[in-house]
């Protein structure tokens, strides 16, 4: 059963950076690098939506609206996913989650079994 802890999040003014990092343990060692890993987001009063995602032939995929400006990365000896975030908005203020499954569609919140608890990013 994998598990998913992510970290990073924080306070940062409009244009500023954070890198947010996420853990996976307990599964098995193909199981990482089998799943397709995720982040999703989710502000307040609005649905969790896909920001970006990363298959295991390294591939990756992102929102329209972060394009340019975040990116997704893994390094699998470490088992751990990562999300740079550069000139950051107001409007990426949200909670944002890690998630790990073999999805379809890769941005598709209904498709991930696996979840972390989320970290908060506030950009202001």
């Known amino acids: 059963h994998v598990q998913l802890v992510e970290s990073g999040g924080g306070s940062v003014k409009a244009g500023e950076s954070l890198k947010l990092s996420c853990v996976a343990f307990?599964?098995?060692?193909?199981?990482?690098?089998?799943?397709?890993m995720a982040w999703f987001r989710q502000a307040p009063g609005k649905e969790r939506e896909g920001v970006a995602a990363i298959g295991m032939d390294g591939r990756t995929s992102a929102a329209d609206s972060v394009k340019g400006r975040f990116t997704i990365s893994k390094d699998n000896a470490k088992n751990t996913l990562y999300l740079q975030m550069n000139s950051l908005r107001p409007e990426d203020t949200a909670m944002y989650y890690c998630?790990?499954?073999?999805?379809?569609?890769?941005?598709?919140?209904?498709?991930?079994?696996?979840w972390g608890q989320g970290t908060q990013v506030t950009v202001s």
């Open positions: 307990g599964g098995t060692y193909s199981s990482y690098r089998s799943y397709c």
């Open positions: 998630a790990a499954d073999d999805p379809a569609r890769w941005l598709a919140e209904n498709e991930y079994d696996y």
